[in-house]
């Protein structure tokens, strides 16, 4: 990976926004000029977390001190979309997991198809599917940041659930001398 300073990386773009420019069309220059300051709101969001993170005191140095780097899913996206995110795939997918509200355990990454497998630790609720669609979505927001090998989230069935709700209600009265309850009487 070569080496750009900030004095290159800027002369290239005005480079760039220039040549944008001079075809006169200036609804693609503008939407050029837009992705930089997007680019570099995104980039300088990274910075400021890192400084932060770096600058926290701690009561006891982490054993690994790039951890709270790696924790945090802006620094980690940031690492990973350039290739320098130390950890390997499969530990990045677990580290995505455990920050999950709803316990799950990965079951299987295939990295050709991008698809992980999740089996679900403790019940999701009522076992209805907008309830499983949540758990899925929230796993794919999260393997975004760090893990996005991970195009596809799949669900493995099997996973405990609650018991079906029982419904309670009030014990019919026995019938009236008409034959109807006394509940119909009335």
Sequence with gaps: MSTTTAEQAGRRVEEVLDRLAENGDAEACAAAEEVVRVLMEFYGSGLAR?????????????????????????????????????????????????????PVENAGFDPETGIVRLRATASTGCGCSGTQESVRQAALDALACFAPEVTGVELESGAPREPALLQIGTRPSLAGADGRSSATAR
């Design 50 to 102: 890192v400084v932060e993170l770096l600058g926290r005191p701690a009561a006891r140095p982490p054993a690994d001190p790039l951890a709270p780097l790696l924790a945090d899913e802006l620094v980690a996206s940031l690492l990973t979309l350039h290739g320098l995110h130390p950890e390997d795939v499969p530990t990045r997918i677990d580290r995505a997991l455990s920050a999950l509200p709803q």
